[in-house]
């Protein structure tokens, strides 16, 4: 360091001038922040309850079974009436697709939303820090005077409380999610008599230790260091994106007020610090965009309450564009935004196409395999006999019988297809075999169609394949 | 250190200097330093719990006593473990028995693959028809030499196969030989050549071949009157065959046709079993010490030969 500090050509503070202004939050400090009403924290309320589908959701019943069950020992995924079953999964890969393209429009339009009032980091956390709040002060001070007082035995049953309370929604989070995936009912049965599955178990208490760690400990430090989508995100912004920014031309120069102090002479910002405050990664806002800033908007309710003390307008902390700030540039419609058309245009197609799957959702899975080794044999009586491999799949919730026939090769006759009785969610592989007089073959390679007909039922079953024969 | 973050030219360095550019000494996030003390502490515990380090002739064991071999012989041993009521079974069935069963046919059959392709596929090929012109039977076709019922299949792999068809190069003038040919093309194609005809059993071929040429199931001659031939169907190859015969010692360019024996043992049990019914006994009487002598070779277990047999049947040609 000496050696640098005796050169005079380099200027170490000019330097470090910019990078000062960063404060990095490695952890050490837990940030309390203050809890003020506002819109946006109504908001995020709204957008935290969204979250109780999570709790409630398994205990909705639909025809005596579960509404909603993602089973899969059985492998099939049941929603309400409809079964999915693995054929069908590419309507999986689409939902997936919309979601992440919703991700990236909603943050190209208004910012990091997902952060901000729904992911499950932020919203746990939220909750977190207000029992903790509740039960250890809600400001620095009072928690600071909390942690630095003698250990009592109210201050011991005091914290027994916090960490009880957050093991016990910790283990909610857990017994929720498995109650997705296996009879919700049951779960609590199996688990008020010991006799939950280890499975099951294990996942309750990765999901209690998790929601422990990550809400009551890590808390912003994962939206710091451990989320990629908090930074995936900051790339969907361009200077059309509306954020929670810092009007900086009308709020500087900042200075504390005085008494009857007129604003018009000075900046708006009272340099209060409530926004930095109420801030849930503990960012000052008024140093502009930043990694922490998870656009939860509110510094804005902060803000506009000081704003109402000193009579002056809403908005020193507000929704805007970058354009909007510092080019005075109107706000462009979301027509007019290529990315937006984009993105709206992914989304359409995959909802279209999760539509399509929902309404044209097959009842049977028929598939029919040509025998690879040998692809034909020569009969004594010279006829080719090719072989096939009948798979079909029941999907619907009744026991069928199908009629198998074949249809597009004349003088084919079919050979070990009897009629079929599948049940629900079986499939059965039968061997098939077809057989042609070689006189009335007429390519080597001609195709062929497996018919199924369904007994009492309009299901239509149908699968083309091609029946082979040696070079004429 | 934490009032220092506000002020990073105040925090010391490392002394490493890059342009200008300084390396800072500010700590390391307290989340990851403990992550990394805990990683390296899991170190030490699999150290102690797993075979780590080298020493001269071997590593250390470990206190779990784990070795990759012993793990892959407990996941053998799993396998086994749901195999055994299936094999167990299967052993007190009859073929016959297996082919009704679609559990035990569905578990024969996924359970040969792998038997058929170690011992069967080399000649027959992986899925029974083997390589056009190598001179081996198809297993899939409707023509069998020694008959194509389940049991049958069976006695043939217990067995053991070898043709025999004694060279005529010695035997024959030329000309009849050709007319020989003629008549097996013509038996083929369906087609009456009365001269021919004629020679075959002037000759003595309806001996082995039957007076209607269709061949005999106990000897395994081949039927000419099918669009199957056992070797080739090509008039040289015909040629060939009549001229040099199968099997025949006293002949060098002979034709070479051996189904090795898979269970002498077996093959001693059906043939008594066989016996027995034919001659009204039950067969479940009988007494194997009379029939058995300890000796018997066996390449491949009951159970296992069952299993093709059902197998080579499934192919697609079973009678």
């Known amino acids: 360091m000496s050696e640098v500090k005796n050169n005079p050509n380099i200027n170490i503070d000019d330097l470090y001038e910019d990078v000062s202004e960063w404060r990095i939050n490695t952890g050490d400090i837990k940030i309390v922040a203050k809890r003020l009403p506002g819109g946006f924290r109504t908001l995020k309320w709204l957008g935290m309850s969204v979250w109780s589908i999570l709790f409630l959701g398994p205990y909705i019943r639909f025809n005596g079974a579960q509404a909603v069950l993602f089973d899969l020992p059985q492998r099939q995924f049941n929603i309400f009436h409809v079964t999915i079953y693995p054929q069908d999964i590419w309507m999986l890969s689409l939902t997936l697709l919309f979601f992440a393209i919703l991700l990236a429009a909603v943050t190209s339009i208004a910012g990091r939303v997902f952060c901000g009032y729904f992911c499950f980091q932020t919203v746990w956390t939220d909750i977190y820090t207000w029992i903790e709040g509740k039960i250890e002060g809600n400001t620095p001070q009072k928690a600071l005077k909390f942690s630095k007082a003698p250990w009592t035995i109210n201050k011991l049953s005091l914290k027994a409380l916090k960490h009880g309370l957050w093991l016990l929604i910790g283990l909610f989070t857990g017994i929720s999610f498995v109650a997705w995936f296996t009879d919700a009912y049951q779960l609590w049965d199996d688990l008020f008599s010991f006799q939950v599955s280890l499975t099951a178990l294990i996942i309750i208490a990765s999901f209690t230790g998790g929601t422990y760690l990550f809400a009551g400990f890590m808390r912003e430090q994962v939206c710091f260091w451990l989320c990629p989508y908090a930074r995936l995100q900051g790339v969907m912004y361009d200077q059309d994106t509306v954020l929670p920014s810092y009007d900086a031309e009308r709020g500087e120069p900042r200075a504390r007020v005085k008494k009857g102090e007129d604003f018009s002479t000075r900046g708006s910002c009272v340099d209060c610090n409530v926004c930095v405050a109420v801030c849930p990664t503990g960012i000052d806002i008024r140093k502009g965009q930043q990694e922490g800033c998870i656009t939860c908007g509110l510094c804005i309710d902060a803000c506009d309450s000081i704003m109402d003390k000193t009579n002056q307008p809403h908005g020193l902390i507000r929704y805007a564009s970058y354009k909007e700030l510092h080019h005075n540039a109107p706000v462009v419609p979301l027509y007019k935004r290529f990315r937006v058309i984009i993105y709206g245009l992914i989304l359409l197609l995959a909802l279209s196409g999760i539509v399509y799957g929902f309404t044209h959702l097959s009842p049977t899975e028929f598939k029919v395999i040509h025998e690879r080794q040998p692809l034909f044999v020569l009969l004594s009586d010279g006829s080719i006999q090719n072989k096939y491999t009948v798979k079909l799949l029941n999907k619907t919730k009744n026991t069928i019988k199908v009629h198998f026939d074949i249809e597009g090769l004349e003088g084919a006759i079919l050979h070990g297809l009897d009629d079929m009785e599948i049940e629900p969610g079986k499939v059965v592989p039968v061997t098939a075999l077809v057989r042609v007089h070689r006189d009335q073959l007429d390519a080597d390679l001609i195709p062929i169609v497996f018919i199924g007909k369904v007994e009492n039922s309009t299901i239509a079953i149908r699968y083309e394949s091609m029946f082979m024969s040696p070079k004429q | ?319």
């Open chain 2, 1 to 319: 250190m934490a009032e220092n973050k506000n002020k990073p030219t105040q925090v010391g360095d490392t002394g490493h200097v890059w342009d200008g550019i300084r390396e800072l000494d500010n700590p390391c996030p307290r989340w990851w330093l403990n992550a990394l003390y805990l990683s390296g502490l899991i170190v030490v515990v699999y150290f102690v719990l797993y075979p780590s380090l080298p020493l001269v002739h071997e590593s250390t064991k470990g206190l779990l006593g784990w070795t990759q071999i012993n793990e892959y012989k407990e996941d053998l041993a799993k396998v086994e473990a749901k195999r055994a009521p299936f094999d167990d079974k299967l052993a007190a069935m009859s073929v016959n028995e297996i082919l009704a069963d679609q559990d035990m046919l569905n578990y024969a059959i996924g359970s040969s693959k792998v038997l058929f392709g170690d011992n069967c596929a080399a000649c027959h090929g992986t899925g029974g028809a083997p390589a056009a012109g190598a001179g081996y039977p198809n297993l899939t076709d409707d023509d069998w030499l020694y008959g194509g019922t389940v049991d049958e299949i069976e006695m043939s792999i217990a067995k053991g196969r070898q043709g025999n068809m004694p060279a005529h190069e010695k035997l024959l003038k030329p000309e009849e030989v050709d007319q020989l040919v003629k008549f097996a093309v013509d038996s083929s194609n369906g087609v009456t050549n009365e001269a021919g005809l004629a020679l075959f059993n002037a000759k003595g071929c309806f001996a082995c071949h039957g007076a209607d040429a269709k061949g005999i199931k106990a000897m395994g001659s081949a039927n000419l009157t099918d669009k199957i031939w056992r070797f080739s169907g090509d008039e040289d190859q015909i040629r060939h065959t009549i001229l040099h015969g199968v099997n025949d010692a006293s002949d060098k360019l002979t034709r070479v046709a051996v189904m090795p024996q898979w269970s002498q043992k077996l093959s001693v049990m059906l043939q008594a079993r066989a016996y027995a019914i034919a001659d009204g006994e039950d067969p479940d009487e009988i007494d194997w010490t009379d029939e058995l002598d300890g000796t018997e070779a066996e390449r491949l277990s009951e159970t296992d030969i069952k299993k093709l047999a059902v197998y080579v049947h499934q192919f697609g040609g079973g009678q």
